[in-house]
């Protein structure tokens, strides 16, 4: 009994401190203030915090030591209050002002649905890019539902997401609301975005604003950097991959002068040294590669309504894949192994500065941007040179038009510069693009419940002449419950014929096509319902949208005319998209979260003068994706399943087998693939476990013609599922904020 009554009093501090505090946290939105689910609040100096729920509220336990409590979410202002007693408190956080597009969106467990942007918008912040590895952009979308990300051959290690069923070409890829991961860097630059520099990505479908340019037909994905002003003092991540994948990635930041003018550092570093071959064909699964890059950013604020950014990322890699006999040094013989050798040097820069006048109701933007790419590169006796350098600008004017901001007016210039230079089956080809234009947009807000926005530009091609770019969207809360979307546009896209399909090297048949640069023209059309709704005291949400393309003018991968061509030629007949995707969300108990989603898609293109399915895509994918979290965030758990459906290979009509593959299926089975991923956070860092494909699932025969890669079978670019199996993996996070 003594011993009993010494714990009771020694544990009687606790019992009396270890208290709970309550409060509810607003947003400022034009004079109002609207409760904001999803920020981030937490005792300085501890890893110990909470975030509020749907009405704005919280609970969060308070020791005898805590006193600032700290208040952050993307888009406001981060602010810190003394806590002094238990009285419940009441924050209003600020809304940043930031240049490019300011979305206000309602938290989803680590992936956002906009709240109020007319065009239907999926945010995934810092939260959800920590459910899976994660080491690059490719591989950020593996527990979303809406972007799939496949392998464009077997050999090269290039990696191509699909948006509403459609490449990835189809979708404006932009990094901080500027265009960028084309020409040159289509095939392999979703991996030049190292995953840990990533503050957040957003996912628009369909026709994006006129303001961001003519080239998203699809919709467009848009990655944020970590800013140099941010919280985060110094971060680290290690990755080691049992295939032998070893990465760092560092960032820090210098507050060079108070908090006016800050600077961030940028390192990333990638190996894979060890041969794989799972499949025993002769083949590596993967290509050995190395990847360096360091990127430097500088952000200036006077708080006073100016604000400027600039910042340079240099990138070198090497890429070495084929027959695992090949070697590095080897030359590109028929009488030496099948060897892959792809070099690539990169230089980017950007400058964006921007000024809000006191009134508030004004403010002027300019954003730019510029990139030097070299390619050096070899697939079997197949040699691929190129270079390209592309300069981008652009500057927008926005006024609210009367002092309700019912009604608000972008407009603005836009010039694009675009140089190529290529070496492929010693043809030498060149073509420059030089597009200015201009652009208005006029939005209609009368009440938080409409947004109407519709807009139009025209610019003017020096390859292609004038063209003009419409497009509408429209936003409607018909109650507290329900929101519907709907958008229509057109949009257009300058395909660079080869650089955009030089992974189709990988096969013994040669590419055949008429011009080097081409346009492609498309419409699309898109309609959206949001419920939200509180079931037994949690939020639950459903999503149903759907999308349709088509196209006037598109350039036509054709592999089944010939025998001895890959045939790169335009449309000749109909070509179109349906996506059709529903998804629920909720939590049916305290920190687990859920995610159920199904996506169907048709798409079909004409090829050799028949309407067919496009060749390698699924025709529908499900996704289910668990995470669960223990109180104060100490040990999180994630949990995804991926159910694929069938789809059609592509095959050439032949009568000799024992050239072409027509033994082979003309059709792939459905597949699953699972993930897996345990993280362990502790105060300044954590460690994480996972596994990708864990059930082992490969594609039979991604290689055909292995045993003979200089003749007539050879093919590597028919891939549909996965070519590597099961990865296990190994990470640490290191993160240390600013005091």
């Not at 904001?36 to 909470?50: C, F, H, K, S």
């Not at 429209?474 to 650089?499: K, P």
């Not at 529903?582 to 939590?587: A, G, K, P, Q, S």
Request: hydrophobic share 35%; glycine share 8%.
């Amino acid at each position: 009994m003594k011993i009993l009554g010494i714990v009771l009093l020694m544990s009687l501090p606790f019992v009396t401190f270890s208290q709970v505090l309550e409060g509810t946290v607003y947003g400022n939105e034009d004079g109002e203030k609207q409760p904001l689910p999803g920020v981030n609040i937490y005792w300085q100096g501890t890893n110990r915090g909470v975030a509020s729920v749907g009405d704005g509220s919280f609970k969060i336990k308070k020791g005898p030591r805590d006193h600032m409590l700290v208040f952050s979410f993307v888009g406001y202002e981060h602010q810190e209050i003394h806590v002094h007693d238990l009285d419940p408190v009441e924050v209003i956080l600020e809304p940043n002002i930031e240049l490019g597009e300011v979305k206000v969106v309602h938290k989803n467990r680590g992936t956002y649905l906009s709240a109020i942007d007319p065009i239907q918008t999926e945010r995934i912040n810092g939260a959800e890019l920590h459910k899976a590895a994660c080491c690059n952009l490719a591989e950020s979308f593996e527990t979303n539902p809406s972007v799939d990300v496949s392998y464009s051959d077997a050999v090269t290690g290039a990696k191509q997401i699909r948006l509403l069923g459609l490449e990835g070409t189809y979708s404006l890829l932009q990094i901080e609301n500027m265009p960028n991961l084309r020409g040159l860097a289509t095939n392999f630059g979703l991996t030049y975005v190292p995953g840990p520099w990533m503050e957040s990505i957003q996912i628009s479908k369909g026709a994006a604003s006129v303001l961001n340019g003519y080239e998203s037909i699809a919709g467009q994905i848009n990655a944020e950097y970590k800013k140099p002003d941010a919280d985060e003092k110094l971060f680290l991540n290690t990755f080691f991959g049992a295939s032998g994948r070893l990465e760092f990635n560092g960032n820090g930041n210098i507050r060079v002068y108070k908090d006016v003018l800050s600077t961030g550092i940028f390192v990333h570093a990638s190996d894979q040294s060890k041969k794989n071959d799972e499949s025993g064909n002769g083949f590596l699964d993967e290509p050995l590669s190395r990847q360096i890059q360091v990127m430097n950013r500088w952000k200036y604020n006077n708080h006073k309504g100016y604000m400027a950014q600039a910042g340079f990322n240099v990138l070198t890699e090497d890429r070495l894949g084929g027959q695992t006999a090949f070697e590095r040094g080897m030359e590109p013989l028929i009488t030496n192994p099948y060897g892959i050798n792809i070099e690539n040097d990169r230089l980017e820069g950007f400058f964006k500065t921007g000024y809000v006048w006191p009134n508030q109701r004004t403010a002027l933007a300019w954003m730019s941007n510029f990139s030097r790419h070299e390619t050096r590169s070899f697939y079997g006796l197949n040699h691929y040179d190129a270079d390209e350098t592309r300069f981008y600008a652009n500057a927008v004017l926005t006024r609210d038009l009367d002092k309700s901001g019912a009604h608000s007016l972008n407009a603005g210039v836009s010039f694009i510069y675009d140089s190529f230079n290529e070496s492929l089956y010693d043809n030498k080809m060149e073509h420059k693009e030089q597009v200015p234009g201009v652009f208005a947009e006029y939005t209609l807000k009368p009440s938080d419940h409409f947004t109407f926005m519709t807009g139009i530009r025209a610019d003017f091609h020096n390859l292609f002449g004038t063209f003009v770019t419409p497009r509408m969207h429209l936003r409607y809360m018909i109650n507290d419950h329900v929101t519907i979307r709907a958008n229509a546009g057109r949009g257009y896209r300058t395909a660079n014929v080869i650089s955009e399909n030089n992974y189709l090297l990988a096969s013994s048949r040669e590419l055949k096509w008429i011009e080097n640069v081409f346009q492609e023209k498309a419409w699309n059309y898109g309609l959206a319902l949001v419920q939200k709704y509180t079931l037994w005291e949690r939020e639950l949400q459903l999503n149903a949208e759907y999308f349709r393309t088509d196209f006037q003018t598109q350039l036509v991968v054709d592999r089944e005319t010939s025998a001895s061509n890959i045939i790169l030629a335009p449309l000749d007949g109909k070509s179109y998209s349906n996506s059709l995707q529903f998804d629920v969300r909720y939590e049916p108990v305290e920190r687990l979260d859920i995610l159920v989603a199904y996506r169907h898609n048709d798409v079909k293109q004409t090829i050799a003068g028949r309407l067919m399915e496009k060749p390698l895509i699924s025709r529908y994918k499900g996704l289910i994706n668990l995470n669960y979290t223990t109180n104060l965030k100490k040990w999180m758990f994630d949990y995804t399943v991926q159910f694929n459906g069938g789809g059609r290979i592509a095959r050439y009509p032949t009568e000799n087998l024992s050239i072409a593959s027509a033994s082979d299926d003309d059709e792939f089975s459905p597949y699953t693939v699972m993930n897996a991923q345990v993280t362990k956070y502790f105060r300044y860092w954590n460690i994480y476990l996972g596994a990708e494909n864990f059930t082992d699932f490969k594609q039979k025969n991604p290689v055909a013609g292995a045993d003979d890669p200089f003749g007539p079978r050879f093919d590597a670019t028919n891939v549909w599922g996965p070519i590597k199996g099961r990865r296990v993996y190994l990470g640490l996070r290191f993160s240390l904020n600013h005091q």
